[in-house]
């Protein structure tokens, strides 16, 4: 077989393994909607989905107001930390990079922390969405910060990664000044929002966190082959005419624009960003036209299967979702970096 | 010309006897304002409702003396898990509430909407804002219970006592149909207070300083207070909270220098300790239906004797006190009122008997006798 | 208008140290196989930077009679094809799509049927095609600096600017390497700018010889023309600081014959 023969069938097998991962997707988000504490068979969820006038009222609310949004959110959400945690690692060529690592989680709960003991309300859609949007604004605030840093001193690895974990410390420092001056409604709501929770999710957040995805991954797809190239080496993308730092940059811009949407809405997940795009790089390389969506849907998988694991661990109780990733991602982390090792 | 009016007259009455009988024939739905100040239009037969506190328990007996559990489909499992021997009391009477489903245990976080939905209940009776059960601010989960055909009313004890908890249990008659039970109480609880306040208002004695300690012994050092919640009925019996203008919000913590230079008069720290569990938790101080009160005193005795407080010339002097924690979430709060001002004002209060108002209370509008110690003093 | 390479005036370096001044090269026709050679950090690297445009430059550096400087990096990239001193890295991409995206991103204008032959023939040239779809991390340094050569061979270009592309590979394949390069270069009447510390290999397959040397204010060129003619005792020490020899082996090759190192103080001849 000629080598481009031998390549297309690589590339044909790549696009069969995404194609497997949506496949999964799919059946997590089924089990999703099939599980909950108030027992609804599947014949009714599939009947509720296809004709919703035919359950009673309160099967209808579950179905439609509770858990197709906790589920959709829980989708959308993985695959905007995914994506964002694939780029990252690209763009700061380390594997240990997610959104926690350039402080933005941090940033983002200073933010949602301010909202809570302002007590500020801003209503908008409907929604109060004081909350979301100083989280966001936060997250705003940290990339802003590393952005001009690093336009100022220069964009290498070392330099973004070093700012980050500065950043991350000094916004941890003054979440726990937050902390320190809430009320114990305040901190208790801070504290919650630390843990992660996809009971906010409202059809119209569902649709702000879809626009700014499929924006980011429309937007990802054009630096595909860039990225890629990054791959190889920071010096051989230069040779080939690739800007590499405004390259990092315009990726770092991305990466926190998605993963702020994200963390906005549904508090501090952790994990997701980190192990979605290990999971990916495992099952399709580097390729970033398939390790990009690869992420997407890694990520998706995982936070899909917590929401499930979430409703049913403890019969009864929901565990807020943070803890789930955490939970599992750690072993699932280490399980992966030893797979890697074995085959090095 | 007389008969015929005489005989219009019959007929009128009549016909609006028969109008009157039609319209109680279909009940209409009432519209009441809660303490958020949300208008909810509630069924007017109320057979199912949801809890979102177990705590409610309490107040919703005053209405449902027989069987306070009859109408609850749904409650918060904090209860059982912040006063256990309180729960206990009312589980030996009514053993049917430990099969009430809970949607949710101790945090407004753990609330399931799902579950709550699914129990199909027609009135939800909420909180506002207290983080042991969803509140006013959980905007996405009033939402659902809305759209799923729940009226969800809020009613207040702890956010402002004095004014909210007549006008929470007047709501609830009328949301629940008793507004005979309502008035009842509100008008006892209205007159006890008066006691209170009237005289203070007449003598207008000096406002001794008072530390008032937060749940005592949950936290390892000190000196967690409130300014809120216990400490608004603090206020009402002529005290002044040391904490005043210090603490933003509602509780806080104070520094220890702090009380040392300051030396207030009285020392009274709230009890969230029980007889049963006391040796697991020795700093705490054991009140609520199981203390006893030699076990009381005895755990107060302990419980100042840690740093920072044993040297408090209050403590040394014997002028330190301890009240049931829970009285601040609780229509029976009238009775921490009269306590507070008998040991702040001996002289003015000496004929007030807190202990038979609470008794007095229990007797007319609860379905369980009383049991337990709710204050105590270092010295009897 | 002049063929091959020329350099004037040039200088390079960093904002407060320029690493070389005022350097001139003589024309450098098509088709020559050119080393540069000199000690360790004489600015061998930072040349080969500036004429592929990654470092500023000063001067004239003229391709074919035109300035490089004048041309957009989509044009420049089209000519001039630089191979860094840094491996590939050992990433989960694999060998081939490791040159496809140094194809799509340095010749955005190819087909994707003009990749795959591009792939194909530089593969075949440099003997690759088991290692084609094998990942990064599972190859030796070796095999990887093989991949990053073959991603700039892979276009073509009329100027190769290789920095020490045999450093981590084997005897035989240093041959391998060089053999390609000098036919690749004679059959398309390219030129390539080699930077070895081999002089046995210079001497072996360039053409053509530079030779940078230290000195104060700045680096300057020691010598340029053919290896046999430029590489004598006299230049080696004052390049490199060491005794050597040049002995011609039995076939009638020069070799040069390093007998050791002397040292700054040793006047001796």
């Known amino acids: ?344 | 010309m007389l008969s015929f009016l005489l005989h219009a007259r019959r007929w009128l009455s009549g016909a609006l006897l028969a109008l009157a009988a039609t319209a109680q024939a279909q009940p209409a739905a009432v519209t009441v304002t809660d303490l958020a100040g949300r208008t909810v239009r509630v069924p007017a037969q109320v057979d199912r409702v949801l809890l979102g506190e177990g705590r409610l328990l309490p107040a919703l007996a005053v209405f449902d003396k027989d069987d306070p559990v009859r109408r609850v489909v749904a409650m918060m499992g904090e209860f059982e898990q912040l006063d256990a021997p309180g729960y206990a009391q009312w589980a030996r009477r009514f053993p049917q509430v430990d099969k009430v489903p809970r949607v949710g245990r101790g945090s407004s976080g753990s609330f399931s909407d799902e579950q709550a939905i699914a129990l199909r209940p027609q009135v939800a009776i909420l909180g506002l804002a207290g983080g042991h059960g969803p509140s006013e601010r959980d905007r996405e989960i009033l939402a659902r219970l809305e759209a799923a055909g729940v009226a969800v009313v809020f009613i207040d004890f702890r956010h402002d006592p004095l004014v909210n908890t007549p006008r929470s249990m007047q709501l609830l008659g009328e949301v629940l149909g008793k507004r005979a039970e309502a008035e009842a109480f509100v008008q006892f609880w209205r007159a006890q207070l008066a006691l209170v306040t009237q005289r203070l208002a007449q003598a207008r004695p000096e406002a001794p300083t008072v530390f008032l300690e937060n749940r005592v012994g949950l936290s390892e050092g000190c000196c967690d207070t409130m300014v809120g919640l216990v400490g608004k009925l603090l206020d009402a019996a002529g005290a002044r909270n040391v904490a005043q203008g210090l603490i933003p919000g509602e509780a806080g913590t104070l520094n220890p220098e702090f009380l040392i230079a300051r030396q207030p008069r009285y020392y009274i720290g709230t009890g969230i300790g029980a007889l049963a569990t006391a040796h697991k938790t020795p700093l705490r101080v054991v009140l609520g239906a199981d203390a006893t009160p030699e076990a009381a005193q005895a755990s107060l005795a302990r419980a100042v004797q840690r740093r920072g407080i044993a040297q408090l010339e209050a403590v040394r002097e014997g002028r330190a006190y301890a009240m049931w924690h829970h009285f601040y979430n609780s229509p029976f709060n009238v009775v921490a009122v009269q306590a507070f001002a008998k040991w702040l004002h001996p002289e003015l209060f000496a004929g007030l008997d807190p202990r038979a108002t609470l008794q007095t209370m229990y007797e007319r509008f609860q379905p369980i006798a009383l049991e337990g110690t709710y204050w105590t003093a270092l010295r009897p | 208008m002049s063929a091959g390479l020329e350099l004037r005036g040039l200088g390079a370096g960093y904002p407060r140290r320029p690493v070389l001044e005022g350097l001139d090269l003589e024309p450098i026709m098509p088709g020559a196989l050119v080393a540069l050679v000199g000690p360790n950090a004489v600015g061998k690297s930072t040349l080969l930077k500036a004429i592929a445009g990654l470092r500023p430059v000063r001067g004239q550096v003229l391709l074919d009679g035109t300035d490089l400087a004048t041309l957009g990096p989509r044009e420049r990239l089209r000519r001039v094809g630089y191979l860094p001193q840094a491996l590939p890295q050992a990433s989960s991409l694999v060998a081939y799509e490791a040159l496809l995206s140094a194809l799509r991103a340095s010749r955005g204008d190819w087909s994707g049927a003009q990749r795959e032959a591009a792939i194909a023939r530089v593969f075949a040239t440099l003997g690759l095609e088991a290692l084609a779809l094998r990942p990064l991390n599972e190859l030796s340094g070796g095999q990887r600096q093989m991949i990053g050569l073959a991603q700039v061979l892979a276009r073509a270009p009329r100027l190769l600017l290789l920095d020490e592309p045999t450093s981590a590979l084997d005897l035989r394949w240093q041959l391998q390497v060089l053999q390609a390069v000098r036919a690749l270069v004679r059959e398309g009447q390219a030129l390539a700018l080699v930077a070895v510390h081999d002089l046995n290999l210079a001497l072996r397959f360039c053409d053509h010889i530079v030779v940078l040397g230290q000195g104060q204010p700045h680096n300057r060129l020691l010598a340029a023309g053919r290896p046999a003619e430029v590489l004598t005792p006299a230049l080696l020490r004052s390049a490199y600081g060491v005794r050597a020899r040049i002995e011609h082996c039995s076939q009638g090759h020069p070799l040069v014959l390093a007998d050791e190192a002397i040292s700054l103080t040793d006047d001796t001849p």
């Open chain 1, 1 to 344: 077989m000629t080598l481009a023969a031998r390549y297309r069938r690589f590339a044909a097998l790549r696009r069969w393994l995404l194609a497997a991962l949506a496949a999964a997707l799919c059946a997590t988000l089924a089990l999703d909607l099939a599980t909950g504490p108030s027992g609804m068979p599947l014949a009714d969820v599939a009947a509720g989905l296809l004709r919703p006038a035919a359950l009673p009222l309160e099967q209808r609310i579950i179905l439609w107001e509770v858990r197709l949004p906790y589920a959709v959110m829980a989708l959308l959400v993985g695959a905007s930390l995914g994506l964002a945690g694939a780029e990252m690692q690209t763009a700061l060529n380390n594997p240990l990079a997610s959104p926690f690592t350039l402080g933005l989680s941090a940033a983002a709960a200073v933010g949602a922390s301010a909202a809570v003991v302002g007590g500020f309300t801003l209503m908008a859609f409907g929604e109060n969405l004081a909350v979301p949007l100083s989280a966001f604004a936060g997250a705003a605030a940290a990339t802003l910060l590393i952005q001009l840093l690093a336009w100022r001193y220069g964009a290498t690895v070392d330099t973004v990664v070093l700012f980050g974990i500065a950043l991350l410390f000094s916004f941890e420092a003054l979440l726990w000044l937050m902390q320190f001056i809430a009320d114990s409604n305040a901190l208790q709501q801070i504290v919650f929002w630390s843990m992660g929770s996809l009971a906010r999710a409202t059809w119209n957040k569902i649709g702000l966190v879809a626009c700014v995805l499929l924006l980011c991954a429309l937007w990802s797809a054009r630096s595909a082959w860039l990225l890629t190239a990054l791959r190889a080496g920071e010096d051989q993308a230069r040779s080939f005419g690739i800007a590499v730092e405004r390259l990092r940059l315009v990726t770092l811009l991305r990466v926190s624009l998605l993963a702020a949407t994200a963390l906005s809405f549904v508090g501090t997940i952790g994990f997701v960003g980190l192990v979605g795009p290990h999971m990916a790089r495992l099952l399709l390389g580097e390729d970033h036209r398939y390790y990009l969506p690869g992420s997407a849907l890694a990520g998706a998988l995982m936070l899909s299967g917590a929401s499930i694991l979430s409703k049913t661990l403890v019969p009864g109780v929901v565990l807020p979702i943070g803890i789930i990733t955490a939970l599992v991602g750690v072993p699932l982390f280490m399980a992966l970096v030893l797979a890697r090792r074995r085959d090095a």
